[in-house]
T-cell receptor
Framework: GQQVMQIPQYQHVQEGEDFTTYCNSSTTLSNIQWYKQRPGGHPVFLIQLVKSGEVKKQKRLTFQFGEAKKNSSLHITATQTTDVGTYFCAGGIGGGSEKLVFGKGMKLTVNP | NAGVTQTPKFQVLKTGQSMTLQCAQDMNHEYMSWYRQDPGMGLRLIHYSVGAGITDQGEVPNGYNVSRSTTEDFPLRLLSAAPSQTSVYFC?????????????FGPGTRLLVL
C-alpha cells in the first residue's frame, strides 16, 4: 500500500546541535505536512509544503519538499529542550483527495 | 472556539464491552476522521467522513463503526472491545478533505481493554 517512511525513527541530540530528519514516499505527493506531538499531547500542525522544491522556515526549523514531490526533510538548528517530541510527516495522496498518509514519526530527545 | 473536543479522556473496558468515543468540533469543518496511535506505528486512519451522512473506511476499520448525522459530531463505536484495541484514539477535522488541508486534532482518548 501507499507508505510514507520517516528516518530515523529516533534521534537523540545534545542541546545546541543541528540535525535533519527525512520523509520518503513511494508515490508522488500532492503536498506534505509536518506535525509535532509533545509527550502526552496531540499532534499539532507545523507547516504545509505544496510546490516542488519548496523551502519554508520557521525560526530554527527548515522544511523542504523534494523536486519530485516524493520526499521531504526537516532540519533543526541549535536544538533546544523545547524541541523534544515526536515529529510526523504526512503526505497527501491522490491529488487533494481525502487521503493523508502519516509516517510513523521521529521521536526527538535532547540532552541538556 | 473550543476546537476539537473528545470524551472521555480515559477509559478502561473489559473484553466484549461496547462503548462510544465522542468527538465534536465547532469550526464548521466538513472533514472529520479517527486515528489510532500505537507505539512505533504512528497514526493509522480508522474511518473518515467528508460530510454529514457520508463515511468511509480508512486503513484499520475492523472492529469500529462510525456515523455522521451532523456536521459537528463524529462518534466512534466499539461494538465488542478486544485487547488489540488498547490504544490512544485521536479525532481530527479539517475544512474540507484531508490531502491538502491542515488537520486539527483533539486531545485524544486513552483506552485500555482488559
Amino acid at each position: 500500500g501507499q507508505q510514507v517512511m520517516q528516518i530515523p525513527q529516533y534521534q537523540h541530540v545534545q542541546e545546541g546541535e543541528d540535525f535533519t530528519t527525512y520523509c520518503n514516499s513511494s508515490t508522488t505527493l500532492s503536498n506534505i505536512q509536518w506535525y509535532k506531538q509533545r509527550p502526552g499531547g496531540h499532534p499539532v500542525f507545523l507547516i504545509q509544503l505544496v510546490k516542488s522544491g519548496e523551502v519554508k522556515k520557521q525560526k530554527r526549523l527548515t522544511f523542504q519538499f523534494g523536486e519530485a514531490k516524493k520526499n521531504s526533510s526537516l532540519h533543526i538548528t541549535a536544538t533546544q529542550t523545547t524541541d523534544v517530541g515526536t515529529y510526523f510527516c504526512a503526505g497527501g495522496i491522490g491529488g487533494g483527495s481525502e487521503k493523508l498518509v502519516f509516517g510513523k514519526g521521529m521521536k526527538l530527545t535532547v540532552n541538556p | 472556539n473550543a476546537g476539537v473536543t473528545q470524551t472521555p479522556k480515559f477509559q478502561v473496558l473489559k473484553t466484549g464491552q461496547s462503548m462510544t468515543l465522542q468527538c465534536a468540533q465547532d469550526m464548521n469543518h466538513e472533514y472529520m476522521s479517527w486515528y489510532r496511535q500505537d507505539p512505533g506505528m504512528g497514526l493509522r486512519l480508522i474511518h473518515y467522513s467528508v460530510g454529514a451522512g457520508i463515511t468511509d473506511q480508512g486503513e484499520v476499520p475492523n472492529g469500529y463503526n462510525v456515523s455522521r448525522s451532523t456536521t459537528e459530531d463524529f462518534p466512534l463505536r466499539l461494538l465488542s472491545a478486544a485487547p488489540s484495541q488498547t490504544s490512544v484514539y485521536f479525532c481530527a477535522s479539517s475544512y474540507e478533505g484531508a490531502g491538502g488541508e491542515t488537520q486539527y486534532f483533539g486531545p485524544g482518548t486513552r483506552l485500555l481493554v482488559l
